[in-house]
C-alpha cells in the first residue's frame, strides 16, 4: 500500500469516526455565551429595527424543550441597561420581549424545512422565546420567556 494511499485511508477512517461521534451524542452548538445541548443555531449576531427602535440580536436558535419534545425558536436579545433585568418577571418580560416575538411570527423567521426527534418525528416550532441577556465581558445574566405561536398571532 503506497503512502498516499495509506494517508488516504486513515483520513477516511478519522471523518467516518467524527461522524458516528457526532451522531451518537446529539447535537451541541454554541449559542451566545452558552453551550446549550439541543441547540440548532439559526444565525448569528444581527440588528433588527422594529416601528424605528433598534434591537441587538446576538442570535437565533431553536430548542427542543422536553417534557413533551416541543420545539422552540429563541431569540437571544443583548441589552445594554442592566437595570432593566432589576425586578423583571414573565410579564414584564414579556412586554418587552413581544416586538421581537412578533416579528419573528410576521415574518415566518421560526418556520424551518424539518427538526426530526428520534422518538416523535417531525417537529414544528410552537413557541417563540426572548432570552433578554445582558453581557458584562465574560459574564451574562438575563430573563427567559416564551409564548406559543398561537399566543403570539393572537396578539396581531
Not at 467516518?16 to 447535537?27: E, H, N, P, Q, V
Not at 445541548?37 to 437565533?60: F, H, L, N, Q
Not at 436558535?61 to 443583548?78: A, N, S, W
Not at 451574562?140 to 393572537?154: E, L, N, P, W
Amino acid at each position: 500500500m503506497s503512502e498516499a494511499t495509506k494517508g488516504r485511508t486513515a483520513l477516511t477512517t478519522m471523518a467516518i469516526s467524527i461522524c458516528i461521534a457526532l451522531s451518537a451524542t446529539g447535537c451541541k452548538v454554541q449559542v451566545g455565551s452558552n453551550v446549550e445541548p439541543g441547540a440548532m443555531a439559526a444565525t448569528g449576531a444581527e440588528t433588527w429595527v422594529i416601528d424605528g427602535k433598534t434591537y441587538s440580536i446576538r442570535s437565533t436558535y431553536y430548542l427542543v424543550l422536553h417534557p413533551g419534545e416541543q420545539l422552540q425558536y429563541t431569540i437571544e436579545y443583548l441589552i445594554s441597561d442592566p437595570h432593566l433585568l432589576d425586578g423583571l418577571n414573565d410579564e414584564r418580560a414579556a412586554q418587552i420581549a413581544m416586538p421581537l416575538m412578533k416579528h419573528a411570527w410576521k415574518q415566518r423567521l421560526f418556520e424551518r424545512p424539518a427538526v426530526t426527534s428520534a422518538t416523535s418525528g417531525a417537529l414544528k416550532p410552537s413557541l417563540i422565546g426572548v432570552a433578554i441577556t445582558y453581557r458584562e465581558g465574560v459574564r451574562s445574566r438575563g430573563f427567559r420567556v416564551q409564548r406559543s405561536i398561537d399566543q403570539i398571532a393572537a396578539q396581531n
